[in-house]
């Protein structure tokens, strides 16, 4: 199985403030994502990234960026950190084969934005 | 875009009973349908998928079943087990998407 690995594991941040979260991944896989998870509304795409240099909106890509520097990194940025993003942030990655791919998930960064 | 709903919200089986969660989605488009497990305070783990070229996968005590008439599929869990016990959610992914849609999860406790 992929090992994706997230840091930091826990933040605390401050509203306005500027957050980078950071997720490696050692498989070797050119898609990577970033979910974050809210009750009542499950998991919900923010940014994606087919490999190196690409970056691409997800579902709900307002108020972040996402940088992927290598095959193996991807960040999420928030440069102007606000209490709606008070969440729970997964990172995942995989390799789209038949344009049907395995997502392999990080153990997930808790944000509290205050 | 894609929406599934996740039937149940919460699942109380006795250890060795199944356990049955029930998905739909939206997309006719929509052809890969993953589940995934979490328990307390860990990410998501891959347990099962089903392509729709099939309407039934197994994986050991995890059967998936698709109905793509109804754009249905659903999650039997066979023989509960204590480690069963966990949040699962269901997904689901056209082709032309990249990322997963989710359902909201199941809470899934097995008692003795």
């Known amino acids: 199985e992929a090992a994706v690995t997230q840091s930091p594991r826990n933040k605390v941040a401050v509203t306005g403030g500027k957050v980078t979260l950071s997720c490696n991944q050692t498989n070797n896989h050119n898609n990577m994502y970033w979910y974050r998870q809210d009750t009542g509304h499950g998991l919900r795409l923010i940014h994606y990234s087919y490999g190196a240099g690409s970056t691409e909106k997800g579902d709900i890509p307002d108020g972040y960026k996402a940088s992927r520097p290598s095959q193996e990194n991807f960040s999420l940025i928030l440069e102007l950190a606000t209490p709606s993003q008070t969440s729970v942030y997964f990172c995942?990655?995989?390799?789209?084969?038949?344009?049907?791919?395995?997502?392999?998930f990080g153990p997930g960064t808790r944000l509290l934005v205050l | 875009g894609e929406k599934v709903e996740q039937h149940e919200s919460t699942l109380s089986v006795r250890e060795g009973d199944s356990a049955v969660i029930n998905c739909t989605y939206t997309?006719?488009?929509?052809?890969?349908f993953p589940w995934y497990k979490q328990e307390a305070g860990k990410g998501l783990h891959f347990v099962i998928d089903i392509r729709s070229n099939v309407d039934r996968k197994q994986s050991q005590r995890l059967i998936v079943l698709l109905d793509k008439k109804a754009k249905r599929f659903s999650l039997h869990i066979t023989a509960t087990q204590p480690e069963d016990s966990a949040i699962y959610f269901c997904a689901a992914r056209n082709n032309y998407a990249q990322g997963l849609t989710f359902g909201l999860g199941t809470r899934v406790s097995v008692f003795p």
């Open positions: 997309d006719t488009a929509s052809s890969y």
């Open positions: 995942a990655s995989g390799d789209a084969l038949g344009g049907e791919d395995t997502q392999y």
